[in-house]
Nanobody, 122 residues
Framework: QVQLVESGGGLVQPGGSLRLSCAAS????????MSWHRQIPGKEREMVAV????????TYSGSVKGRFTISRDDNKNTLYLQMDSLKPEDTAVYYC???????????????WGQGTQVTVSS
């Protein structure tokens, strides 16, 4: 059974940091492209960052580039998102996704986690 379980969300002040984790099971993690996405209520889900398999090439959305870092530990079957210099506009539910091909869109394909809430507020 495929499972993606996000954790690490919470409430943080502007300028603060959070590290999200996504624990994967039920599939061969190192064969998949992994990504983080986020959704603000009333808006469409958007890609935040993608990391390829093998060479671990990284792609970021313009709104988070330079502040967020995606990484993966294939030995632990875990995906990470280090979020620094957080802004109120980063407030959203964050999801991880596993796909067999490289993609920067946020359609329903692939495997999705249930999401973790990140709130940036003073």
């Amino acid at each position: 059974q495929v499972q993606l379980v996000e954790s690490g969300g919470g409430l943080v002040q502007p300028g603060g940091s959070l590290r999200l984790s996504c624990a994967a099971s039920g599939f061969t993690f190192n064969n998949y492209f992994m990504s983080w996405h986020r959704q603000i209520p009333g808006k469409e889900r958007e890609m935040v960052a993608v990391i390829t398999k093998v060479d671990k090439y990284k792609t970021y959305s313009g709104s988070v580039k330079g502040r967020f870092t995606i990484s993966r530990d294939d030995n632990k079957n875990t995906l990470y998102l280090q979020m620094d210099s957080l802004k109120p506009e980063d407030t959203a539910v964050y999801y991880c996704r596993a796909q067999t091909y490289y993609s920067t869109n946020s359609d329903e394909s692939g495997f999705w986690g249930q999401g973790t809430q990140v709130t940036v507020s003073s």
